[in-house]
């Protein structure tokens, strides 16, 4: 079992150009797209947060249901949904600017205990940010480490969320010694500070950047560098794509019984390089299609993760 601990809110999706388009809803959260990818791909997955009761909170929780994924470890409250407003650029970039006074997903609180049989938990996006509920999910990233669980980290970082970037800098440092796995973007790299090197040396046991359309790159605790080129097609958004890297890495470690720091130690090259090469894929399928929509599993046949 993954469990996926985070946000899930209301991605509202510009149908048009210009600042009037309308905007249609779309179901999101990082760690929400993370969870259903998964489910998509045939992971056995559970969904960790705080749901609102709302009409987009019981849509959220539906859609987790439809893909498989369970959903026992959801708390819920009677505050509204998070919303994200997202601007999609020319290129399909997506930026995003949020709502989220008294909602929900911010009252979380650290759960006594994971679902039976939790073999990794991954985390990331606002719920590390929004207060109280950041350091109840660091809470429980720092539980399960100590209990020898496989964690997943990707800061996904939303800088107009965060008003001290020093202090959210120093509190990222302060989260690797608790991270088995760390996956971001080059831009959240650049903005973060530092390399995978500096990374690596302060816990996790490997380090995957996301290139974009130009692939990815794991580096590992054993000095090991792998790349992978990215899959071309034709992009009409990026949302989600990062989450369903997420999902798929998480997906074909699991496939090669390395959630574990001594699995992926383990992985050498044929392995990395199929872990990241079947990430590739998946998020080439949901960059051609419009929000995020990660791929099934028989979407990337005749590939294997």
């Not at 719920?127 to 496989?150: D, H, I, K």
């Not at 990241?276 to 998020?283: E, N, P, S």
């Amino acid at each position: 079992m993954i469990v996926v601990a985070g946000e899930a809110l209301i991605d509202l999706v510009p149908r048009g150009a210009g600042a009037l388009a309308a905007l249609t809803p779309a179901l999101g959260g990082g760690p929400f797209n993370t969870a259903v990818a998964l489910g998509r791909l045939g992971s056995p997955v559970a969904f960790c947060s705080r749901v609102s009761r709302d009409a987009f909170g019981e849509a959220l929780l539906d859609r987790l249901r439809e893909t498989g994924v369970d959903v026992t470890a959801v708390q819920r409250g009677d505050e509204p949904t998070t919303l994200a407003v997202a601007t999609v650029g020319s290129d399909g970039s997506a930026a995003y600017s949020f709502y989220v006074e008294g909602t929900a997903d911010r009252l979380f609180t650290a759960p006594s205990v994971l679902p039976a049989g939790t073999r990794a938990v991954s985390f990331g996006t606002c719920s590390l940010v929004l207060e109280p509920g950041a350091s109840a999910y660091e809470e429980l990233m720092r539980t399960a480490s100590a209990r020898g669980v496989f964690t997943a980290l990707d800061p996904n970082v939303r800088a107009g969320l965060i008003p001290d970037p020093d202090a959210y800098r120093a509190r990222f440092r302060h989260w690797l010694p608790s991270v088995s796995l760390l996956k971001l973007s080059e831009e959240d790299a650049r903005w973060l500070g530092g390399t995978p090197r500096d990374w690596l040396a302060a816990g996790p046991a490997a380090v995957v950047v996301t290139r974009g359309g130009d692939g990815l790159t794991v580096f590992t605790r054993e000095g090991e560098e792998y790349s992978v080129p990215g899959e071309r097609v034709r992009v009409v958004d990026t949302i989600g794509a990062g989450d369903t890297v997420n999902a798929a890495l998480l997906h074909g470690l699991a496939a090669r019984d390395a959630l574990s720091e001594e699995g992926v130690t383990a992985l050498g090259a044929e392995g990395w390089k199929g872990a990241l090469g079947f990430a590739a894929r998946a998020a080439a399928v949901t960059c051609s299609r419009a929000g995020a929509e990660p791929p099934y599993a028989h979407e990337l046949e005749p590939g294997t993760p």
